[in-house]
């Protein structure tokens, strides 16, 4: 099982804070430095310095670490129009020498929207037909040969000739994320498009039944490649009790309410717990670590629960 670190900036995070945790995610030897992309902070904090656009951060920090992989849980397809979407990511993917994974979902939080002026579709049915729509674009334009045109005709996105250019550099795309725990079309976009489908902030049991719904889907629909199946998670790991504590109350949430939700506890709490995922499947981990300050944290993480796994 692979350990990868997940951040929200939107509660109050520069680029610089974000430069640090994502350096010392690549300096501890974790798999992946991700981020969220939102443009509104959620709860009782006050979100300064104010976010920052996860492509545009994930450009710099492409330029300024070497080898962790980079990527977003998850960009919302209701923040930018595809064409220009499936540029940024293919960018990105060149500028971090094919370090990108693309985690993409159909949007949800209708406050952001209204704060920065985003059209924030009236039904759910419509942000998906949207989403779909927008996945056969992003990754038809990727997949389009070079010296070939792109055409789409869409009910919500048309494309005439397009030169379908810049290419990433991985090939033949970046890795494409789907997350949700939604029970039919969820798990039919993710065998259509994903390379890699992730649970977010489940049990172990909720883990289980949605990973068993998109492998239901992926055999009804004849897929060949694999899929990689992940969990999201909150991380609070403390070497004692009174440390779980200081921890927990950091990012204002309860130790007995972490240890059941999310992965709280001691090094040896955590492993066990992990081991419980990785037994239903789970292949990698995405920690949602909240105290940015906290670097600390990640070297506790490193030395006492991903050495175990290995």
């Known amino acids: 099982m692979r350990l990868r670190i997940f951040i929200e900036?939107?509660?109050?995070?520069?680029?610089?804070t974000q430069l640090a945790v994502a350096k010392a995610t690549e300096d501890l030897g974790f798999d992946a430095f991700f981020r969220s992309d939102h443009?509104?902070?959620?709860?009782?904090?006050?979100?300064?310095?104010?976010?920052?656009?996860?492509?545009?951060?994930?450009?710099?920090?492409?330029r300024e670490t070497s080898h962790v992989r980079l990527g977003t849980l998850m960009t919302a397809a209701t923040f930018r129009h595809p064409g220009p979407l499936a540029i940024s990511v293919a960018q990105v993917d060149r500028m971090s020498?094919?370090?990108?994974?693309?985690?993409?979902?159909?949007?949800?939080?209708?406050?952001?929207?209204?704060?920065?002026?985003?059209?924030?579709p009236a039904t759910a049915r419509e942000r998906f037909d949207r989403y779909e729509e927008?996945?056969?674009?992003?990754?038809?334009?990727?997949?389009?040969?070079?010296g070939e045109t792109f055409r789409y005709e869409g009910r919500h996105y048309r494309f005439s000739e397009g030169p379908a250019l810049p290419k990433p550099q991985q090939e033949p795309r970046p890795p494409v994320l789907i997350g949700g725990t939604g029970p039919t079309r969820t798990p039919r976009l993710a065998a259509a498009h994903a390379d890699e489908y992730n649970v977010p902030f489940a049990s172990v049991e909720a883990t289980a039944a949605a990973f068993d719904r998109v492998r239901a889907a992926v055999?009804?629909?004849?897929?060949?490649?694999?899929?990689?199946?992940?969990?999201a998670q909150v991380v609070c790991c403390g070497r004692d009790e009174s440390e779980l504590k200081r921890r927990a109350a950091a990012?204002?949430?309860?130790?007995?309410?972490?240890?059941?939700?999310?992965?709280?506890?001691?090094?040896?709490?955590?492993?066990?717990?992990?081991?419980?995922?990785?037994?239903?499947?789970?292949?990698?981990?995405?920690?949602?670590?909240?105290?940015?300050?906290?670097?600390?944290?990640?070297?506790l993480i490193a030395a006492q629960v991903s050495r175990q796994l290995q």
């Open 134 to 146: 927008q996945l056969d674009v992003i990754t038809g334009l990727w997949a389009t040969p070079v």
């Open 251 to 299: 990012i204002g949430r309860d130790p007995e309410e972490l240890r059941r939700d999310g992965l709280a506890g001691s090094p040896a709490e955590i492993v066990e717990k992990l081991g419980r995922f990785h037994e239903i499947g789970c292949e990698r981990v995405y920690l949602q670590v909240l105290d940015l300050s906290d670097v600390d944290h990640l070297e």
């Open 219 to 231: 055999a009804a629909s004849g897929r060949s490649e694999p899929m990689v199946y992940s969990a």
């Open 39 to 62: 443009y509104l902070k959620m709860g009782d904090v006050d979100g300064l310095p104010g976010p920052t656009d996860s492509w545009v951060t994930l450009a710099g920090l492409a």
């Open 97 to 120: 020498g094919g370090r990108v994974e693309f985690g993409f979902g159909a949007g949800w939080y209708e406050d952001e929207h209204a704060s920065y002026g985003i059209p924030f």
């Open 9 to 16: 900036p939107q509660q109050g995070a520069s680029y610089d």
